[in-house]
């Protein structure tokens, strides 16, 4: 029997998804590509994870209702800023709307055009792979062309706060 037409019912409500899932710690990153007028488009991402190491890909999504998503949808190249625990106020900078996301913002442009933000922990450039409409969002592959490791802690989002990576001791080893 098909399921029924129409928005699908869930057991749970999007609090409890969303609770749930913050309990999954993830790394932050700022995305960044060069839009087709030449400006550059940033947001802070926490929707990131490798796909394949051979060939390298990895993947990240952004919302469908993103004012900058028919930049990223066009961008054949963009960075991934993998961010160091010392750059809260950058994510927090690059989550919410401004006026000009990068004024005052150190960075350089590398192989693909876009900003390598100083002080990350990572930088990884990626060629436009593939992307995918999935719910809310769409889910683009990068095929990463160049990476780079910096210096530093990771900035790491878990239970609805930022934090550190803190490796616990050795057990039995």
């Known amino acids: 029997m098909p399921p029924p037409a129409g928005p699908r019912r869930h057991a749970f409500s999007d609090k409890q998804f969303r609770d749930a899932l913050a309990q999954f710690a993830t790394g932050v990153t700022i995305i960044c590509a060069q839009a087709s007028d030449g400006r550059y488009v940033g947001f802070t991402a926490n929707s990131f994870n490798s796909v394949s190491l051979d060939p390298p890909l990895i993947l990240w999504s952004l919302g469908r209702r993103s004012h900058s998503l028919p930049a990223f949808e066009a961008a054949e190249r963009y960075v991934v800023n993998v961010l160091s625990a ?9 989550s919410r709307p401004h006026a000009d996301r990068f ?32 719910g809310d969002h769409v889910v683009f592959i990068g095929d990463v062309a160049h990476c780079t490791r910096g210096a530093g802690e990771p900035l790491v989002f878990a239970q609805h706060r930022f934090a550190t990576a803190v490796p616990l001791a050795d057990q039995g080893k």
Do not use: M, N, S
């Not at 010392?86 to 690059?94: E, H, K, P, T, W």
């Not at 192989?111 to 990572?122: D, E, L, S």
């Open 86 to 94: 010392v750059q809260i106020d950058l994510a927090r900078r690059f």
């Open 103 to 134: 004024a005052g913002v150190a960075y350089e442009l590398g192989w693909a055009g876009a900003p390598r933000i100083a002080g990350c922990v990572a930088w990884l450039e990626c060629r436009h792979h593939a992307q995918h409409r999935a």
